[in-house]
C-alpha cells in the first residue's frame, strides 16, 4: 500500500487522461463501483428500496462516497441508474432488480405521448446529489455524470425488462424504422438535457453507457444507435466537460465510433487496448478493458492480468484504467484494493 496521492482539482489524473495529458500515474475507477459488492452498500440497501436510494439525494451520495472512502479512486461515478431519467418522463417502471416496465412502448401514439425531461423539475434530486457529494469527495476525486446510451434506453422501453437478446427491440428496428429513429431522437435529446443538467450541477465528466448497442449489427449500429449518439454528444460539447461514450460487446464497432466527437471510448474486454487504439487512431483516449472476471484471480496472478492490460495499453497518454463492464456483486472489496493500488503502484 502505498501513500494517499492527490486525484483532484486541476491536478486530476482522471481528467488529465480524459483529454490525452500526461499523468503522474495511471487513474483507475470501476465501472458500478457504487453497488452490491460493497457490504455497505447491502447494509445500506437492506433498509432502503433501490428506487429510494435513486431518489433521495443524501442516500444517493452516501453511496456515491462509499466506494470513495475504501479505495484510492480516481474518480467517483454518480449512483443513479440509466432508467432513472426515463422515470421522470413518466415511465412507469420497477427495479427487479433490472428494470421492469410497465407498459412497453411499442407504437407511434405512446412515442408521442412521451413528454419532454426537464432534469431539475423532473428529477431534481439527481442535480442535488451531485451537489451533496462535490464539497465531500475524498482528495479532491472529480465526479463522473452519466446517462444510458438512447439505442440501451430503448431496449428497456420496447422489451419491457431486462433479456440476454432483446429480441423485440431489435425486431422493432426492422420492422417500424421510421418509430425508432423517432423514439431515440426523443431519448438522444432528453439525455442531452439530462447530461447538460448534471455538469451544470458540478458534474466533471460525462458518460454515456451503452450496454446493449453490441448486439447490433454494424449498419443498424450506425443508423439508429450511433446517430442518436452523435445527436446528444453534439449538444454537450459546450458543456467544457469531457465526455465518454462506452459500447459494451462493441470490438465490432470500433471503427464507426471512431469519428464520434468524444473524448474517451470506453472498451469491454474483449479485444486489446492496442488494437482498439489503432482503430481509433490518435485523438481518443480510451477506458478500460480488465475482464470482471480477472478479480478473481488470486495474489500475483491478478497483478500479470493489470499488467497485460497496461502493455496493450502502451506508453502514450489517454488510458484510464477500467473493468471491460460492471464489476460483480460476488467479487470481494479486497481484490478492489488490490487492484486500485496495483496500478498506481506499476505506473507511477
Ligand atoms: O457505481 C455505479 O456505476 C453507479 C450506479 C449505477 C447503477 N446502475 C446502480 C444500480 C450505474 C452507472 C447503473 C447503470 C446501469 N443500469 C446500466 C449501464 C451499465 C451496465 O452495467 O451495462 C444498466 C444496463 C442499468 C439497468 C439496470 N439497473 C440493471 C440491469 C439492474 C440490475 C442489476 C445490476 O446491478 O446490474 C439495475 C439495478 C441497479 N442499478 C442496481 C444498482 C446498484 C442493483 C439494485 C439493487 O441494489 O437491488
Known amino acids: 500500500m502505498t501513500g494517499p496521492r492527490s486525484s483532484g482539482g486541476a491536478s486530476s489524473t482522471f ?46 451520495a452516501e453511496v456515491t462516497l462509499q466506494p470513495l472512502r475504501r479505495f484510492e479512486l480516481d474518480a467517483a461515478i454518480l449512483f443513479s441508474d440509466i432508467m ?20 412497453p412502448i411499442r407504437t407511434d401514439a405512446q412515442i408521442d405521448a412521451l413528454p419532454t425531461l426537464v432534469p431539475e423539475r423532473d428529477v431534481p434530486f439527481v442535480m442535488e446529489s451531485i451537489r451533496l457529494i462535490r464539497p465531500e469527495l475524498p482528495r479532491g476525486a472529480p465526479l463522473i455524470g452519466f446517462a444510458g446510451g438512447p439505442f440501451t434506453l430503448l431496449c428497456y422501453l420496447v422489451c419491457g425488462k431486462p433479456s440476454k437478446e432483446f429480441g423485440p427491440a431489435r425486431s422493432f428496428l426492422y420492422a417500424q424504422p421510421e418509430s425508432a429513429e423517432r423514439l431515440l431522437d426523443k431519448l438522444a435529446d432528453a439525455m442531452a ?15 454515456m453507457f451503452e450496454s446493449w448497442a453490441g448486439l447490433l449489427a454494424p449498419r443498424e449500429f450506425e443508423r439508429f444507435a450511433l446517430r442518436a449518439v452523435r445527436r446528444t454528444m453534439a449538444a454537450l460539447r459546450s ?13 465490432a464497432l470500433m471503427e464507426s465510433v471512431a469519428d464520434l466527437d468524444v473524448d474517451v471510448i470506453g472498451v469491454d474486454w474483449r479485444s486489446p487496448l492496442s488494437t482498439v487504439r489503432k482503430v481509433l487512431g490518435p485523438n481518443k483516449a480510451v477506458q478500460g478493458n480488465l475482464d470482471p472476471a480477472a478479480l478473481f484471480a488470486p495474489g500475483e496472478q491478478l497483478h500479470r492480468h493489470i499488467d497485460a492490460v497496461l502493455k496493450e495499453a502502451g506508453p502514450e497518454p489517454g488510458h484510464i484504467f477500467n473493468l471491460g463492464h460492471g464489476i460483480w456483486p460476488e467479487t470481494s472489496p479486497d481484490a478492489v484494493a488490490r487492484l486500485v493500488d496495483y496500478v498506481h503502484e506499476a505506473t507511477s
Open 15 to 60: 481528467l488529465a487522461a480524459c483529454r490525452r495529458q500526461p499523468v503522474s500515474h495511471t487513474p483507475v475507477w470501476v465501472m458500478r463501483q457504487a453497488g452490491r459488492y460493497l457490504p455497505e452498500y447491502r447494509e445500506l440497501r437492506s433498509k432502503v428500496e433501490f428506487e429510494d436510494l435513486t431518489r433521495r439525494a443524501d442516500l444517493a
Open 239 to 251: 458543456a467544457g466537460v469531457p465526455l465518454i461514450y462506452y459500447v459494451n460487446q462493441g470490438s
Open 84 to 103: 432513472t431519467p426515463v422515470q421522470g418522463m413518466g415511465v412507469e417502471l420497477e427495479f427487479a432488480p433490472g428494470p421492469v416496465v410497465r407498459h
Open 193 to 207: 438535457a439530462y447530461l447538460r443538467a448534471q455538469a451544470a450541477a458540478g458534474a466533471q465528466a460525462l458518460m
